[in-house]
């Protein structure tokens, strides 16, 4: 299967876009390294930089490897939006039940 998970808000703690000082949450990366362990496709999609232009894609990757992030792909820019609509979503607090 082809995980695409969030990074902000999901497998850590960011506070008014301060990506710097964003909090990893362990148990979740650790659930989403099992997929990974498991032969799963994991693909980081995060919109960092997504309305100011910035590319994150440095302090992004620097941040995966310190917090141990088991990954497939990392990919930047994912478009900003309200709501996200898609018959294979599921929501951040049902997946990490």
Not at 12 to 36: A, F, Q, W
Request: charged fraction near 25%; glycine fraction near 4%; charge should be negative.
């Amino acid at each position: 299967m082809i995980y695409m998970i969030d990074i902000d808000n999901t497998i850590c703690k960011t506070s008014n876009s301060d990506y710097k000082n964003s909090i990893p949450m362990h148990d979740r990366i650790e659930k989403v390294n099992s997929l990974y362990d498991q032969g799963h496709t994991v693909i980081y999609w995060t919109a960092r930089g997504m309305n100011s232009g910035t590319d994150h894609t440095e302090l992004t990757t620097k941040q995966l490897k310190l917090w141990n992030c088991k990954y497939t792909e990392l990919r930047m820019f994912k478009p900003s939006y309200d709501v996200w609509v898609d018959d294979k979503a599921i929501n951040e607090m049902d997946f990490f039940k």
